[in-house]
């Protein structure tokens, strides 16, 4: 870990893709509680986009910062006060977005955020379940209430949240129907959805009232259109728009946004699950972390199947 630093991309300024940069720069100093990982593998999200366009604020720092929160790599090194860990472990998480993220070839990530990878995956599928995993579980089960028996429409089944939100529903026990098109409708299926709606060919909203809990990972006008197929006394939750409280309200649903929580021993669940092969990590990329632009560019494309993943070399 001497020498000149490490390789690492970062944002100073907001804007498109080109203000991405790969550049040398220190290696991060983990604090007290906080382990130093090598980091193998980082996965791209919607959220990296946002927070390089300046549209969502993940930090009152200044500029530059390293984007990226997710990731599995190795433990180098081990705060003071960072128990459970010990160099050479081999890790997962999701970490604050307040700090520095994970495009980089080395990360100080709180201790508590962070779980031991699955063991049955490569790094590059590990690093792309933290973020999407622990969202689809929140958003499910934490808020949504989803249990067994119960219907739950999911949209966009074959990207990176609906992914892994179907898979947990299936484990559950829950009715799925998903929304997708073109080969993701298959993806779905394969998956475990029940149902999945081609959303160029179908409006979702003529069934009418017919989910318990509704996942909108879309916004726009397919969030307006969810309100009216949830069943009086159940839950839409979306991570892509506004809540309208009064319209809920009018419905006798409840609506919900959030803000992600980091939360290892939820990873250390999620791993289990999918050791057991009940989830399966689903990567459509695995591009070079110089090829970061790129990853970025098929991120906002927004038709990507699964998760987008640099490898870090």
């Known amino acids: 870990m001497s020498g000149d630093g490490m390789k690492a991309v970062r944002i100073h300024r907001f804007g498109d893709d080109s203000v991405l940069t790969v550049e040398n720069v220190p290696i991060p100093r983990p604090g007290p509680g906080d382990v130093l990982v090598r980091v193998h593998a980082a996965a791209v999200n919607p959220v990296d986009s946002l927070v390089r366009r ?144 081609d959303y160029r060919g179908e409006d979702f909203a003529a069934r009418g009232r017919f989910a318990d809990v509704v996942l909108d990972t879309v916004g726009g006008e397919t969030l307006e259109r969810s309100y009216r197929v949830v069943v009086p006394g159940g839950s839409l939750v979306t991570i892509a728009g506004a809540p309208d409280e009064d319209r809920a309200e009018g419905l006798g649903i409840s609506v919900h946004t959030f803000v992600l929580d980091s939360n290892g021993s939820r990873l250390a669940e999620i791993a289990a699950l999918i050791d057991a092969d009940e989830l399966r990590p689903v990567v459509s990329h695995v591009l070079d972390l110089d090829d970061v632009a790129e990853a970025h560019r098929l991120i906002d494309s927004g038709r990507t199947r699964g998760k987008i993943v640099l490898r870090v070399r």
């Open 54 to 197: 300046g549209l969502v604020a993940v930090s009152d720092r200044p500029l530059p910062w390293i984007p990226g929160w997710d990731f599995a790599g190795s433990v180098v090194a081990v705060g003071s006060e960072a128990m459970g860990w010990s160099v050479g472990d081999v890790v997962y998480g999701r970490p604050s977005l307040a700090r520095d993220g994970s495009y980089a070839q080395y990360l100080a990530v709180d201790a508590g955020e962070i779980a031991a990878v699955p063991r049955t995956v490569p790094l590059e599928s590990a690093a792309a379940v933290p973020l999407v995993t622990l969202t689809a579980w929140k958003a499910l089960f934490d808020l949504g209430g989803l249990e067994a028996g119960k219907t739950v429409l999911i949209h966009a089944g074959a990207g990176g949240v609906g992914t892994m939100a179907v898979q947990l529903a299936r484990h559950r026990g829950a009715k799925v129907v998903a929304t997708a098109s073109g080969d993701g409708i298959e993806l779905a299926r394969s998956l475990g959805a029940d149902e999945v709606i």
